[in-house]
């Protein structure tokens, strides 16, 4: 079975930064992908960021391009996400998610069709 497990939240300053860690298993096959979503209190979750298990596409949504930064350590079967210049309406639980099926420019968007999620990190920026 395919696992995620995503680390790495705390709380934060605004203008802080964070690596968060996904570690993920069980992945047969080639070239999935792995989305960063995150779920803001009273808010629709959202896509954050995706790359393919080549790390040859990212994929960002326009709040957070420039800010966040995603890469892949195959080695260790990890996708981490880069959060810098972070802002209080970055705070939200943020997961990770994979899907071996779906394209990486709609990923983004697949927002609850991704196959496979991790539980949640919160990440908390204070102002």
């Known amino acids: 079975d395919v696992q995620l497990q995503a680390s790495g939240g705390g709380l934060v300053q605004a203008g802080g930064s964070l690596r968060l860690s996904c570690v993920a298993s069980?992945?047969?096959?080639?070239?999935?992908?792995i989305g960063w979503f995150r779920q803001a209190p009273g808010k629709d979750r959202e896509g954050v960021s995706c790359?393919?298990?080549?790390?040859?596409?990212?994929y960002y949504a326009d709040s957070v391009k420039g800010r966040f930064t995603v890469s892949t350590d195959n080695a260790k079967n990890t996708v981490y996400l880069h959060m810098t210049s972070l802002k209080p309406e970055d705070t939200a639980v943020y997961y990770c998610?994979?899907?071996?099926?779906?394209?990486?420019?709609?990923?983004?968007?697949?927002?609850?069709?991704?196959?496979?999620w991790g539980k949640g990190t919160l990440v908390t920026v204070s102002s």
């Open positions: 998610a994979a899907d071996q099926f779906v394209s990486g420019d709609y990923c983004l968007r697949y927002v609850y069709g991704m196959d496979y």
């Open positions: 069980g992945f047969t096959g080639d070239d999935w992908q």
């Open positions: 790359i393919s298990t080549t790390g040859r596409a990212t």
